[in-house]
Each structure stands twice: as C-alpha cells, then as structure tokens.
C-alpha cells in the first residue's frame, strides 16, 4: 500500500539531545499528524497540522507543516528515555477522508 | 487514554475462517476509520465509516466489510482468512461535522492482534 517516506528509519541519540525527523509526499496534503507508537499498541496522537506554514508545539515537541504542503517536520528537544517509540506522520489530502501514513522513524534513546 | 475502546486484544484464526473485531468509538465522535498495520509498517487504511455507511475505502478486497451502529460503534469483518492477514488491526475516531467538514483529528484505539495460522 502507499506510505509517506520519513526519514531518518531509525536513530539512536542520548539523552538530553534534540531529535529531527521529517515525512516527504509526492501529493499536496491538507493536514498533518504526528503520532507516536509504543510496541502493541495504538499510536497516541502528538500535534496535528492544517496550514501550510503552521508551528505547532506540545511540550518538548515542535512540529511544521512545510510550506510546500508535501512535508511536515517533527522535533524534539531535550530526549529522555520514555521518548523511545515509533513515530508516525500521517497526511490527508483534499476530497478524501483517507490518511496515508508514514513508514516510521524508530527512535532509542541511550540514557 | 483516547477513550477509544477495541476488543478482542488479540486473536488467533486458521485460514478461511472468518473473524468479526469491534470497536467503540470516543464520546462525541461519529465517524470510525480502520487501519491493517502489519510488522513493521505503517498502518494501511481499510475504510471509514460515517452515519452508518462507508464512507471511503482503501485498497483492500471486498472480504473486508464493515458496519457502524446508531450508537457509532463499529465492527470490521474479514472474511476467508489468509495468511497474510495476520496483523494489528487499528480503530481511530473522529468528528465528522454535519456540512461535511472534519476536525481532521483521529483517536486511536490499542487495536486488536490478529494471527492466522
């Protein structure tokens, strides 16, 4: 099926580093969201995104719509060790209810 | 909590059975979407439901079916297993407003683990 490509795949970084990953489309989307997945459960939604150009933060977490709307931005700034997890971006187009994920950015933090 | 609820937890079915998976939706919310995630992947949308009809469907065979109830809960229905669908099947509900529109937002449930052997 179709996925949004996110980079990095994965990364290891210490605690108390600030991490960036990014989610690229070849289609214009209207929203963005970024979730984050334990292993078995469900993802647990982290900061959503309906404008072209918009800065949204949730705590430690600052995330971009990109300006050209195929690309959304997720940082985190001072990584602790529960921030270890998948994390997902998910985009929608106009005219369609269905969101296409992300293949995922696998995140350890090394205490 | 998103208050999105799903059962079973997990599952084990032999081929060519059939399986029924439930959700329930969170309070206020009217509209269910499913998603197949398989290992390693990303979730995959199935379909989504909206006052008791589908409302949009992914690429997925007609074995997969679905209901929503009056209450909004939701029930997905794989049909003739296969080996392949073996994964953790997601519930995520939102808000669809009456012109159409959507907050966008979707809630995931835990999902339920579906092996077939």
């Known amino acids: 099926g179709q996925q949004l490509n996110q980079s990095p795949q994965s990364m290891f970084i210490q605690e108390g580093e600030d991490v960036s990953m990014n989610c690229t489309s070849s289609s214009i989307f209207n929203t963005w969201l970024w979730y984050k997945q334990d292993p078995g459960e469900g993802p647990v939604l982290l900061i959503a995104l309906y404008k072209a150009g918009e800065l949204t933060s949730n705590g430690r977490l600052t995330a971009q719509f990109g300006i050209t709307r195929k690309d959304s931005f997720l940082n985190i700034s001072a990584s602790i060790p529960s921030d270890v997890g998948i994390y997902f971006c998910a985009g929608r187009g106009s005219g369609t209810y269905k969101y296409i994920f992300g293949t995922g950015t696998r995140l350890k933090v090394l205490a | 909590e998103t208050g999105v609820t799903q059962s079973p937890t997990h599952l084990i079915k032999t081929r060519g059975q059939q399986v029924t998976l439930r959700c329930s939706s969170q309070?206020?919310?009217?509209?269910v979407s499913w998603y197949q995630q398989a290992l390693g992947q990303g979730p995959q949308f199935i379909f989504q439901y909206y006052r008791e009809e589908e409302n949009g469907r992914g690429n997925f065979p007609p074995r997969f079916s679905g209901l929503q109830f009056p209450n909004y809960s939701s029930e997905l229905n794989v049909n003739a297993l296969e080996l392949d669908d073996s994964a953790l099947y997601l519930c995520a509900s939102s808000l669809m407003g009456l012109a159409g529109g959507s907050t966008d937002t979707q809630y995931f449930g835990p999902g339920t683990r579906l092996t077939v052997l």
């Open positions: 309070s206020g919310h009217n509209t």
